[in-house]
């Protein structure tokens, strides 16, 4: 598993140990109706948590297979951080961490058309380098934009000899 999930599993239980400890009764064999209502709030909460949200893994009717294309970019790249997650403990201010990844989104030309293309990190690209791509071609109607979009698992620049590459 991963250290972050580990670390919202552990708070989720720990706050609802907490509230659940506050609304026992003396009587420790009974749990009232508040305790009860609370365990099922933490257990959505933990569901919610835990949800796994990927847009481009909803449905694969719209991939193809595998493409490996040699362009030219339309663009330089942009970098971007993409939120993952974030622990908080709410206290007057927000005391916690964001957690995050880079991401790099360029357009290039592919058939006649722009593409654009997503790569899982950093990946630097200017305007007018020609570039192997290698990736998963979706259409653009899945992921709703106009265009086709291509996630990269490896991007190399021919023009200045650096490969980027995702390990995939």
Do not use: Q
């Not at 939120?83 to 916690?96: D, Q, R």
């Not at 007018?128 to 998963?136: A, V």
């Not at 990269?152 to 620049?157: D, I, L, P, Y």
């Amino acid at each position: 598993m991963d250290k972050k999930l580990l670390i919202v599993l552990l708070m989720v239980f720990l706050v609802g140990f907490v509230i659940m400890g506050l609304n026992l009764t003396v009587d420790m064999l009974s749990l009232g109706a508040g305790a009860m209502i609370t365990l099922a709030l933490v257990i959505v909460l933990i569901i919610i948590l835990l949800w796994p949200i990927n847009p481009f893994g909803r449905n694969s009717e719209g991939e193809t297979e595998t493409v490996g294309i040699d362009t030219e970019a339309t663009i330089d790249s942009r970098i971007c951080e993409k939120t993952t997650s974030f622990i908080g403990i709410p206290f007057f201010l927000v005391f916690g961490s964001v957690w995050g990844k880079y991401e790099s989104i360029f357009s290039v030309e592919h058939d006649g058309e722009n593409v654009v293309v997503t790569y899982p990190g950093i990946c630097l690209v200017s305007k007018n380098d020609k570039l192997r791509i290698i990736g998963k071609l979706y259409n653009g109607n899945k992921v709703r934009t106009e265009n086709n979009v291509i996630i990269a698992s490896r991007v190399e620049n021919m023009s200045s000899g650096i490969v980027f590459n995702t390990g995939k």
